[in-house]
């Protein structure tokens, strides 16, 4: 019988070689006992003894392999936190402005938001697949989400790593952990089928799916496999002859199954472009429950994402029920009504829409009264493009009103968008020359914006004070 010992070479060989003799032994002594017939019971017992012997030693030696590959992978495993935490130490020293706000890690894939700022692709489209529409550091609402590649901070970080030795880390890959199954399929399928049937059945759909598409992201791509499945989720609307016969609560749970299916990007178009979405969405907007109106809105403001979309929606006549539930001014609506009004009027042809349905007159109401001063003074110096909206703005008593603001407020880009305002309607209309001098006189409101505002705050501002010295100037010389 073989000996455990002392393994001379290799000893992961020698260890091998030792299980197979001791393997080769036992089963020698099984098949003896099981055939040899003769001095039964002395030879039986003996030869048992020496199996049980044998089994034992394969056992000890298998159990010694097992410690020997433990102690294997914890060598291993030490040698890879060695390299691994040399690695973490060159990550650590990274820059800060290598660094994504929101992982707070090195970016791989640096990316431009709408606000300016830069983050990591892969954590910035999981924030905004979340349905936020502001910009996680600056707060500012998104006049979009496109995301637009970093290549200048990329290539810097690119140079970084080299420098140091290290490979520049690939872009981070999100596996989807909602990944459907022939049952969810399935209860899709069935839950639209619903909508056809009677209104309880319609009611206990919508809200099935609204829970759905707010909870699971691929259950709102799901409807973009399908050109049909958005009509059938709308078919409880478009079967009511009046407003007044729609379920307030199926109404509510279905535009917000809209708002859910167009924070996915891919849905943004299907969903804009289906015919009878858009039209419905104002119906929403002008009849809804407050919640209904809000949830429109903000489906507005998600859709108009995409340029194609802003000009479809501002067609087909969006912007008069916004504004109407703008001035009506409940405040549940106001920040997605903003959001909304400003993405809108990013368009030129929007603009001018928006000064006609009486979005200025709306806008100066909600400043004066300091309602989302930070939103609508953004969207007033937008439309200050457009001469008409000056010339109703300086009708409407916007210079008083911009030039008390800007001595209240700690806000630079509030101050600046006010100078923004202001300059426009300096440039467009003498009348308004001798309150601004007045102000200037009284208070050097336009010299301390001059002195510690943007740099575009101080371009505009020293830009007024110019054309108001030589008004003053000529005057006189003559």
Sequence with gaps: MAKSGVFKGDPIVAVAKATMDLKKELQRLVKTIVEDSSSEDEIEFGLIDRANQTLQALKELKEGGKQRSASIRKLNDSNNRSSNGS?????????????????????????????????????????????????????????????????????????????????????????????????????????LKKM??????????????????????????????????????????????????????????????????SIHDNNKKLVAETPMVIPLLLDALRFGTIETRTNAAATLFTLSALDSNKSLIGKLGALKPLIDLLEEGHPLAMKDVASAIFNLCIQHENKARAVRDGAVRALLNKIKNRVHVDEFLATLAMLSSNQKAVEEMGDLGAVSCLLSLIKETNCARNKENCIAVLYTICYYDRTKWKEMREEESKYGTLSQVAQNGTSRAKRKANGILDRLNRATNLTHTA
């Design 196 to 261: 056809q049937s009677t209104q309880s059945e319609q009611k206990e759909a919508a809200r099935t799916l609204r829970s759905l598409t707010k909870r699971m992201p691929s259950f709102r791509a799901l409807f973009g496999e399908s050109l049909e499945s958005i009509t059938q989720l709308l078919t409880p609307l478009c079967q009511t002859k009046s407003q007044t016969e729609i379920h307030p609560d199926l109404q509510e749970d279905l535009i917000t199954t809209l708002l859910n299916l």
């Design 87 to 191: 690695s973490a130490s060159i990550w650590a020293s990274c820059p800060q402005e290598f660094r994504c706000p929101l992982s707070k890690e090195l970016m791989r894939d640096p990316v431009i938001l709408s606000t300016g700022q830069t983050y990591d692709r892969a954590y910035i489209q999981k924030w905004l697949k979340a349905g936020n529409r502001i910009c996680p550091k600056t707060q500012q609402v998104l006049s979009h989400t496109i995301l637009t590649p970093n290549t200048l901070v990329r290539d810097m970080i690119t140079q970084w790593c080299k420098n140091r030795g290290v490979q520049f880390p690939g872009p981070i890959q999100y596996a989807d952990q909602d990944g459907l199954t022939e049952a969810d399929r399935d209860l899709f399928l069935s839950l």
